[in-house]
């Protein structure tokens, strides 16, 4: 993560819920208040370790005039994949991304 002179640090997340059903989201936080500061969120899948990273869905979400912006959500997916969350950070005109560990959601 490199650090600027707007954008303080970033971060994914991803929980398992249970069979089929993930928590996904992410965090960005400004080093003061700034014109805008955004999240964009990816969620990706794939078979196994030696697999490519496949979309599933994104959504992002800013705040003006503010230090930080989260957006998490519930999603219910297809069992026996891995799940990752990719984020883009952005506050002012410093931009980074983030990403988490791939984990295993078994079938519904």
Partial sequence: MTRGADLQTGYSKIVRLGPGV???G?????Q????SVKVGVMVERA???NDDWHYVD???K???NAISVSSNKRI????DWYYRVRCVHSAGN???SSYTDGIYIEEP
């Avoid at 992410?26 to 400004?30: E, K, M, N, Q, Y």
């Fill in 22 to 24: 993930i928590y996904a």
């Fill in 26 to 30: 992410g965090t960005t936080i400004a």
């Fill in 32 to 35: 003061h208040e700034v014109e």
């Fill in 47 to 49: 078979k196994d370790e």
């Fill in 58 to 60: 994104t959504w992002q």
């Fill in 62 to 64: 800013e705040n003006k």
């Fill in 76 to 79: 219910e997916v297809e069992g």
């Fill in 94 to 96: 410093d931009m980074s």
